[in-house]
C-alpha cells in the first residue's frame, strides 16, 4: 500500500448521546483509543452541551484503519461506493459518512444526517486520477473479492 495516507474522523454528540457508547465500538471495530480522541465542548444554540470528536491517523495507522473500514462495509455499499466515488471526492480527499447508530450496533451503514464523518486523503498529483486512486485503494483493501 502506498505511504502517506491520512484520515480524519469528525463527529458531532449532543447532550443526549453517550461517548463510551461511541468510545467502545471505535476501539472494537478500529483499535482507536480513548486517548486518541480530540474532544472539544461547545455550547448549542439552547445552551446544550455538544461535544465535536476527532481523530488523525497518518501512515500506517491510517493504512490499517482503512483496510479494516473496507472489510467491515457490506460488498453492496462497496459496489455502490465504488460507483458512485467521484461524488465522494471532494479536494482530493475521499469521503464517507456512516450512521452513529449504526456503529454502535458496529454495523456500517451509509448516513447523510448526523453522521461520522470520514476522510481519507492520499495524494495524488494528477487530477483526473483521484478517483481511479480511490477505487484501487477500496479494491486493494477489500477481502471479499
Known amino acids: ?16 448521546e453517550d461517548f463510551k457508547k461511541i468510545v467502545e465500538p471505535l476501539n472494537d471495530l478500529f483499535g482507536i483509543d480513548e486517548d486518541e ?4 465542548e461547545v455550547s448549542g444554540h439552547f445552551g446544550n452541551s455538544i ?9 500506517k495507522r491510517a493504512d490499517q484503519f482503512t483496510k479494516k473500514l473496507v472489510s467491515l462495509i457490506p460488498t453492496d455499499m462497496l459496489t455502490e461506493l ?20 449504526g456503529l454502535v450496533r458496529k454495523i456500517l451503514t451509509f448516513e447523510e444526517k448526523d453522521p461520522i464523518r470520514i476522510a481519507i486523503y492520499r495524494p495524488t498529483y494528477v487530477k483526473k486520477e483521484i478517483p481511479e486512486t480511490y477505487r484501487k485503494l477500496l479494491n486493494e483493501n477489500n477481502d471479499k473479492t
Open 1 to 16: 500500500m502506498a505511504k502517506n495516507t491520512v484520515v480524519k474522523i469528525d463527529l458531532i454528540l449532543h447532550a443526549t
Open 37 to 40: 480522541i480530540k474532544k472539544h
Open 51 to 59: 461535544l465535536m470528536l476527532h481523530i488523525d491517523l497518518n501512515k
Open 82 to 101: 465504488m460507483e458512485n466515488i467521484e461524488g465522494r471526492i471532494f479536494e482530493s480527499s475521499l469521503y464517507i459518512r456512516f450512521s452513529k447508530q
